[in-house]
């Protein structure tokens, strides 16, 4: 079993381009998004939320980066849990959170590496198109 590469910098570069499409303000967040890996899945997921209705078009960003993700990690045998949900419904918000803490270890190291990846490759596209 060797490296599949899953189209992460084609799928970074797609994510970049839509968010400057909808506002190239929102391109700093490939930045912090980058930074948000390391404080876990549950947390990266959840920046949406509190983006959401404030600034929308960087909530979208990382929604859509989020969606990215899960597509990704489906096709390499990983289901990460991406329920819709409306930040002010507590019980949904602590619902799919908990649905990410109960993930495998494994589950978790393998998604935070292919995330930690593709916010790279968004750092890389975001240079290139600011």
Not at 61 to 76: H, R
Request: include cysteine.
């Amino acid at each position: 079993m060797g490296w599949h590469s899953y189209g992460l910098d084609q799928k970074a570069q797609e994510l970049v381009l839509n968010a400057k499409k909808r506002d190239p303000d929102s391109l700093n967040q490939s930045y912090k998004m980058r930074m948000a890996v390391a404080y876990g899945l549950e947390r990266f997921w959840g920046e949406h939320l509190r983006l959401q209705g404030k600034e929308q078009n960087k909530s979208d960003y990382w929604k859509d980066t989020w969606d990215t993700l899960v597509n990704l990690m489906s096709q390499a045998g990983v289901n990460l849990p991406n329920d819709t949900v409306n930040p002010e419904d507590v019980e949904t918000v602590q619902e799919m959170s908990k649905k990410l803490w109960q993930l495998d270890l494994e589950a978790q190291r393998v998604s935070l590496a292919v995330l930690t990846r593709l916010c790279d490759c968004l750092v890389w596209w975001t240079q290139r198109y600011k």
